[in-house]
């Protein structure tokens, strides 16, 4: 990809993402997208920790779901949606800021294997992974067969 059709990308991704009304109620924000890769970004408020001070598992599982549907939905070229995944919470989610950084591991014409790490940002930058996802992404019901 040129760095315009980059750009044009990542601006399309960030329409979808716009238009889902519970990513716009958490405050997410898509850092990075490419075919196949995928870097969603939330900042850490309070009403999104739970009672110990750390993010709600909730919120990290929100932020693994969209961050594996992206990097399979870009892989496939067709709409999407997430049919499992599983998660392993690491440790505790402590930090002023969540990435989920997602890959497509194996795509075929019906679905996309996706892995997810999430990590932890610190004030200073510092970077703490905290959550293991993989998932499986699959065409939408009435997706064409074909790349689009």
Not at 3 to 19: D, I, T
Not at 59 to 64: A, F, I, Q, R, T
Not at 122 to 144: F, M, N, Y
Request: proline letters at 5%.
């Amino acid at each position: 990809m040129t760095p315009e059709e980059q750009q044009l990308f990542l601006e399309l991704g960030r329409e979808v993402l716009a238009s889902q009304p519970f990513s716009v109620l958490l405050g997410a924000e898509l850092a990075t997208l490419r075919p196949g890769h995928c870097t969603l970004a939330l900042a850490l408020r309070d009403d999104l920790k739970q009672q110990h001070g750390f993010a709600h598992g909730g919120v990290v599982s929100y932020l693994v779901d969209n961050a594996l549907t992206y990097a399979g939905g870009t892989a496939m070229r067709v709409p999407v949606v997430t049919s499992e995944f599983k998660i392993n919470y690491l440790r505790p989610a402590v930090g002023v800021r969540l990435l989920a950084r997602a890959d497509a591991v194996h795509v075929s014409k019906s679905q996309a294997v996706c892995r997810c790490e999430v990590f932890a940002v610190a004030e200073d930058g510092s970077e703490k992974l905290c959550a293991l996802s993989q998932g499986t992404i699959v065409r939408k019901g009435d997706a064409p067969p074909g790349p689009v």
